[in-house]
């Protein structure tokens, strides 16, 4: 899903519906936190021969092989997550919580996206990431300490 350029009532309201997305794959799931699309990798280009007329350069996109789905969901969490209106970070701070608490691999992915917030310039934005962090305690566990693997505490 593309958020960016519509109004921020547009982009808040599809932060909170992505959170009621119940059954959609970990795949997809996943693909919300990511700036990559998922796919093939490769970008099929071809220049049609029987066009004799056709510039260089000149490329017959029909043949695009990356999935639409994909490449709609990717990063949609990210996008929400780095809105500059308050409200849209909320609601993409609400609805990961709300799919964290039905996957397990989905809440330890979005626990970075989650304490990155902490940092957020408005205060009612870190306490949301905090109680969401709170709320799926069930699936994750915290731990802190260097990044050199000093045990945890």
């Not at 308050?86 to 330890?108: D, I, P, T, W």
């Amino acid at each position: 899903m593309k958020i960016c350029g519509m109004s921020w009532a547009v982009r808040t309201t599809s932060c909170q519906l992505l959170g009621r997305f119940n059954t959609v794959t970990t795949a997809v799931l996943m693909q919300t936190l990511s700036k990559q699309v998922l796919g093939t990798g490769r970008l099929k280009l071809s220049r049609s021969k029987s066009d004799a007329t056709s510039a260089a350069g000149d490329f017959d996109l029909s043949q695009l092989d990356v999935n639409l789905l994909d490449s709609g969901s990717a990063g949609a969490f990210v996008h929400g997550l780095e809105d500059e209106m308050v409200q849209v970070r909320m609601a993409a701070v609400e609805s990961m919580c709300e799919l964290g608490s039905k996957s397990r691999l989905f809440a330890e992915r979005a626990i970075d996206f989650l304490v990155d917030m902490f940092n957020d310039e408005i205060e009612q934005v870190q306490l949301n990431a905090i109680c969401s962090l709170s709320r799926l305690g069930d699936w994750i566990q915290l731990r802190y300490g260097s990044a050199r693997g000093e045990r945890d505490r």
